[in-house]
């Protein structure tokens, strides 16, 4: 399919501009009323999806991008060139959605500025701050290329491209930090996270699942947008990924299972309760199930099951960040006896986040040359 | 490689990002009591339950300085104006309520201090950890402990409302204005304000009995520890108010629980309780650590210079080794 047969206007994308329309007036909602009014936030529950989902659980999706530019250009791994703008561009979005979204979440979005100036070394929250702000600039730098390109801009273009390596090796860094630094936010709290998830090893935890994470989801949008766009699937880099994941998912797997040996002891997964069965069904669906299918050559080589493995593990592991930042605090909040179940207005923001994320990449794929190399 | 505080802010002040920065707020975080703390022995065995602390703590943080005033804002209750309603009959701490006496019952609730067919009362508020998890967390410096009298306070316009000292602190103490649309954390600040014309914490200005008495950490640890001596039922001359009060109440020692709460739980704080009743009983976790909670996220903050040190030097080689064998095959 060519660039300008794709049509911008499709009753998918129409269902798309709603929701993000809806979502613009629960965030205008939210500047004016505040929090209580726009979610069921509460003393016990100061965190919820905004956090869990966007935040934590959109950064994490977004760590296709350093991994495939971190190939390509650190280890020149040149099979992996055709889908790196596409990573960079999908992890850009991603970034721009946690952004928008934490901006939202908190309670003066217009002091969010205020880290930059206001430093505070001790709190991993202030890392975290920085790591969005210089990373989401990263990004904006490493796709500004394909920008450059649309604008007949060739001295700018050329300038970037010459700086590109240490740009990505920058981004490479910044999402090591960033990634592990979303899991080290609860190492404060051994007394409130269950022993499921806590302990010591959290940050590095939420480093590597976002590394498996990371392959699953440029490998889920390499099949989701080359069906889309009707391009041809590259089938050395669909299998490139999956060997990854299956490495990436024995080493994730051995560390879950120490931690939890070494912490609360295998059988609290076991012990029937809710935090225990959300474990279990974390680790069956984004990790066991995954890496058995990845051990079948010809899993690995055939598009249909590889699809479903990449959505085995973004589920699993998206889940594991909802059970770090909720389900696995839930038992402590109880005891205040408030409960938490997000309003209709976050959810509809939510999904708008993912709708704008979709519809600007459909938009990004028109107009700019995310697939290079004649693959159109 | 782990750093030392001094160290990492070198390495950041290196990178010429932090002279541009206003003020590094509280770099260190402390470690030892500051040796004029100010804090409050509540010992449950006195307290009869009269909320009068409650009250108070209202009506004197309902002033410029306080912890619940707010320029423009509503005060949470209406002080001295006891036609519009002098009591709102809190359940749980809030926003609006930064001091709580609750009670614990068991059984038949007949028995004083008893755990079993008895009951107990227990005032909640700010512990002001020595080491507090809220301050080290806080990613802007809104939440600081006063290097003098130990304080740990709030600085309203510094505050984004991320609400990551709700998620750090162990003992379920900040507050959040969730129906505002521009909120403030709220919590005790030990009436600090009220120092400085010579008075101190309303709770314990106006508690009839001596359960609340404020005074210096020292001194409220020596009291304590002289109170789990005594035998019980033996008679002993309670001050009320202060620890130093000339003011005292005799009466009947109870039986105590042989613990200070407070003296060992998250490294140590400067609001000390006795009671008759495992703590646990009366609403205190048990799980909290005896070690202070900032040294946990330290532990992976100090890595990071070397972390990025490696990932950069290790990036740089590789790129350079790879880049090299590609030029020899003749690709790029």
Redesign the interface.
């Known amino acids: 399919m060519n660039q300008k047969d794709i049509k911008v206007i499709t009753p998918f994308s129409m269902v798309l501009i709603g929701i993000m329309a809806a979502g613009a007036a629960v965030a205008l909602y939210r500047l004016l009323f505040g929090l209580g009014a726009s979610t069921n936030l509460n003393d016990a529950w100061p965190w919820g999806l905004w956090i869990a989902f966007d935040v934590v659980g959109g950064v994490a999706l977004a760590a296709g991008g350093f991994i495939i530019a971190g190939a390509v250009y650190i280890l020149n791994w040149k099979k992996y060139k055709p889908i790196v703008r596409a990573a960079i561009m999908n992890t850009f979005l991603g970034y721009l959605m946690a952004a928008t979204s934490i901006t939202l979440d908190i309670g003066h979005p217009f002091r969010i500025w205020h880290p930059l100036v206001m430093w505070q070394v001790n709190s991993i929250m202030f890392i975290v701050a920085i790591h969005v702000v210089l990373y989401t600039s990263t990004l904006a730098t490493e796709s500004s290329p394909m920008f450059f390109e649309k604008l007949n801009m060739p001295r700018a273009l050329k300038f970037v491209n010459k700086i590109m390596v240490g740009v990505v090796l920058f981004g490479v860094l910044l999402s090591c930090l960033h990634q592990s630094s979303l899991g080290a936010l609860f190492l404060i709290a051994p007394s409130k996270l269950s022993a499921l998830w806590s302990g010591s090893l959290l940050p590095y935890m939420f480093l590597v699942s976002a590394v498996l994470l990371g392959l699953n989801m440029v490998s889920f949008e390499t099949i989701l947008t080359g069906r889309v766009f009707k391009h041809k699937l590259p089938m050395d880099i669909l299998s490139g990924l999956a060997k990854g994941s299956l490495i990436v998912a024995v080493f994730y797997f051995v560390m879950k299972i120490w931690q939890l040996a070494k912490g609360p002891g295998i059988g609290a997964a076991f012990d029937g309760s809710t935090a225990g069965n959300m474990y279990l069904v974390e680790m069956l669906v984004g990790v066991i199930l995954p890496m058995i299918l990845l051990s079948m050559k010809d899993m690995r080589s055939r598009v249909s099951s590889i699809f479903t493995i990449n959505l085995l593990v973004i589920t699993g592991i998206v889940l594991n960040r909802f059970n770090v930042a909720t389900f696995g605090l839930a038992e402590y909040a109880g005891q205040s006896g408030m409960d938490y179940f997000p309003s209709v207005m976050e959810f509809i923001l939510t999904l708008a986040m993912v709708s704008f994320a979709i519809f600007a990449f459909k938009l990004s794929v028109k107009y700019l040359n995310v697939f290079p190399e004649g693959q159109h | 490689m782990a750093m030392n ?1 001094r160290d ?2 070198k390495v ?1 002040a290196g990178s010429g990002l ?1 002279l ?8 260190t ?1 402390p470690e030892k009591l500051p040796p004029q703390a100010v804090g409050i022995l509540y010992d449950a065995t006195l307290c009869i339950g009269c909320k009068s602390c409650m009250v108070n703590c209202k009506i004197y943080n309902s002033v410029p300085g306080g912890a619940l005033y707010l320029k423009g804002r509503d005060i949470p209750y209406e002080a001295n104006n006891y036609e519009k309603g002098i009591w709102d009959a809190p359940v ?4 609006r309520t930064v001091n709580i006496i609750k009670v614990n019952t068991s059984g038949t609730a007949v028995n004083k201090d008893s755990a079993e067919n008895g009951y107990s009362f227990v005032k909640q508020h700010c512990m002001h950890c020595i080491s507090p ?1 809220c ?7 809104a939440l600081r402990k006063d290097p003098v009298n130990g304080v740990v306070y709030y600085v309203e316009n ?7 000292c ?3 602190c ?1 003992f ?1 103490i900040p ?9 403030q954390v709220r919590k005790c600040q030990l009436c600090h304000h009220r120092y400085e014309e010579g008075k101190y914490s309303a709770c314990c200005e106006f508690c009839p009995t001596g359960a609340s008495i404020f005074g210096k950490v020292v001194d409220l640890k020596k009291e304590a520890e002289k109170r789990l001596s005594l035998k019980t039922g033996q008679e002993y001359d309670f001050p009320v108010q202060t620890v130093d009060s000339k003011f005292t109440m005799r009466r009947q020692v109870s039986k105590y629980i042989n613990h200070v709460y407070g003296q060992t739980e998250a490294g140590g704080t400067q609001y000390l309780m006795l009671a008759g009743v495992p703590f646990d009983w009366i609403g205190f ?1 048990k ?3 005896k070690t202070f ?2 040294e ?6 100090s890595k ?1 210079p070397a ?2 040190a490696l ?2 030097g290790a ?2 080689l ?2 350079a080794i ?2 090299r ?2 030029k020899d095959k003749g ?2």
Do not use: H
Not at chain 2, 20 to 27: E, K, L, M
Not at chain 2, 135 to 141: A, D, F, R
Not at chain 2, 175 to 183: D, K, T
């Open positions: 505080r990492f802010l950041a932090l541009a920065s206003d003020i590094p707020a509280q770099a975080m749980d701490l809030s926003s998890a301050v080290s967390v806080c990613p802007v410096g510094r505050c984004i409302g991320c609400r990551y709700m998620i750090a162990p379920k507050r959040y204005e969730f129906e505002y649309a521009l909120p976790n799980s909290i650590d909670l900032p946990l996220t330290w532990a992976y903050i990071i972390v990025a990932v950069i990036g740089t590789t790129w790879t880049s064998k590609n690709e790029s």
